[in-house]
């Protein structure tokens, strides 16, 4: 992975973090990887990494083709 490339991980991961343990992401709304890559300033790859490392967490339920929640 490039540098530049785990910066966008790293700060995908915190930020979505942050928006969970805060409650602007309220319990079992469903995370729209759009809005929130433009409101985190990422891509959507990064995003998606992020989901993962939050799903592994447990603060992110991920199913196929239903997209990701928070719990």
Do not use: C, H, W
Request: charged content about 25%; overall charge positive.
């Amino acid at each position: 992975m490039k540098f530049n490339s785990k910066i966008s991980v790293d700060s995908a991961t915190n930020g979505l973090r942050e928006l969970i343990l805060s409650q602007e992401l309220s319990a079992g709304a469903p995370i729209r990887q759009d809005a929130l890559s433009a409101k985190l300033r990422v891509s959507r790859t990064p995003l998606r990494q992020a989901l993962q490392t939050l799903s592994e967490e447990g603060l992110v339920t991920q199913s196929d083709y239903r997209g990701a929640r928070v719990p």
